[in-house]
């Protein structure tokens, strides 16, 4: 069993999807879903463990090895620790699902609805285990695809048009994607990521690798909603099903971010993506603006799911400024971030799915007076609020800090100023929520006679809520495998 | 000559932008799709194009042949060829549901729709 993990890492939820499909009872799916993303994460955590202790595995599937062209899993400090975090995610959301969705999804849909969610969950741990090109492609389309479904089972009928906007959108992605992948396998006749990275700085001059640099640069910042190629991302998460928004949320654009780190470190080389395709001055100036356009735009909406998607995109910025800075501190700040936005972006989205499964309505004007009658909810949604402020003592605070120590080693101090600066307007955004929730009186709309949210759904919510706070005050173990993650990688790359 | 060499791939860059023209230009949520599969498939010819080896036959173990086409590229396709399916079936079933919702499949008329709200 144990060699075997990187694989049942993928396999677990894999063939636990399509018995999801086959039981067609919401129930019965709900169990097998929350007993394969827990079995996921207990794997993510011993892979974590073994990586950690004797180095990066390497699996060769069906015992064919990468160089007999066979397909290889490689694990090593940076994809464990992406492991984690999706899998973390994935084993708080099912439970969490099981009230939200009841409340959200046709009854008739609700075995399908974890069938996808599952292959949802394999796509984006194969896109992290795996160490082929190719694969990559697969298992993004996987999780991209059924990601689309679960956008689509949303109640509004816009969710259907979200959908289909970002299905289009993702999918020149995934083309662009095939195109670079290809270009490197007619240059190099590999896709074995490690040999790649071989390959490619032996070969003589071209304008082919190149070109592929741009196809693959591109396609992936389509999927992660780099701005401006971002414009799929506020619709679908604004009308998906709360567990989903959830879930997509802290995970699939993080999964992209990770696939991004791959290709710059791991396949073409630091020195080739940052010193000879200048990638930094390009990636600098647009995650800047994504960071402050989208953290002004996310001021001025009044349903605060959009807030939150559009305060998404600015996070996404930051994660990406640090990888901009090309320096170790900069990197680890990436990583770090990439981990607490999602613990701290589940907490808040989960929050307002409790919102939603009282009052079926996350407008800020529905929300006037809900501090009183929803307290924990609303707790939680202010211990995320303060996460992502960066308040001292969230885990938001620990990964701003390291950002902004980042951008002052290179000099970059106008740089640090804008992160303080949107981190105002951040306060602006969360405000204006605590304000209404909390500061204003009910006039006897909508919200007059709800209650708590059940426990079902305050359990999952308030378990990333500590979590939020534990890794604010106590981050060893966040930087250490966001720091181990940055040495394996430039270990690499150099 | 050196042109005409790389026919295939002239096709292949063809058919992109027609594809990738289609699905921005065109504002009918069926006709998107039709372009994204155009876009999809000269992707389909270029992997294919790249396999092909002049002079060699299929990738069949026989003592008669020693030249023989790269399978490896063919087979990486018919993968991708199984995604793009699955894509125009999601991207179909998903315009099916927009019309039951919606009446129209025009993204315009949708779009004032979802204004007016």
Redesign the interface.
Known sequence: MMPHLPVMQVMVPLLAAPLCALVRNGRLAWAIAVASSWGAFWIAWEIFQVVHSIGAISYSLGGWTASEGGIEYRIDALGAFVLMVVTLVGAVVTPYALESVRKEVDKSKQALFYAAFLLCLAGLLGIVVTGDMFNVFVFLEISSLSAYALIGLGKDRRALRASYQYLIMGSVGATFIVIGIGMLYVMTGSLNMANLAILLPELPANRTIPVAFAFLTVGVCLKLALFPLHMWLPNAYTFAPSAVTAFIASTATKVAIYVLLRLFYTVFGADYSFLEMQLGTYLLPLSLIAIFSMSLVAIFQTNVKRMLAYSSLAQIGYIILGISLFSSTGMTASILHLFNHAVIKGCLFMALGCVMYRLNSVELDDMMGLGKKMPLTMGAFLVGGFGLIGVPFTAGFISKWYLIQGALEKGLWPVAVLVLLTSLMAVAYIWKVVETVYFSEDPGSVNSDCSEAPLGLLIPTWTLAILCVYFGIDATLTTFGASSAVASLMGIGS | MSALSFLNYWFVIILMMVG?YV?IAQGN?VK?IVG?NI??TS?FI??IS?GKITGGTAPILDAQWSVYSNP??HV?IL??IV?GV??SA??LS??V??KE??GTIEEDE?ARM?ESL
């Open positions: 990738f699905l949520l998107k994204l876009f999809q992707v270029l992997y790249a490896l590229p990486l993968t991708a995604v699955a894509t999601l991207g998903l315009v549901r927009i919702a919606y949708i979802d």
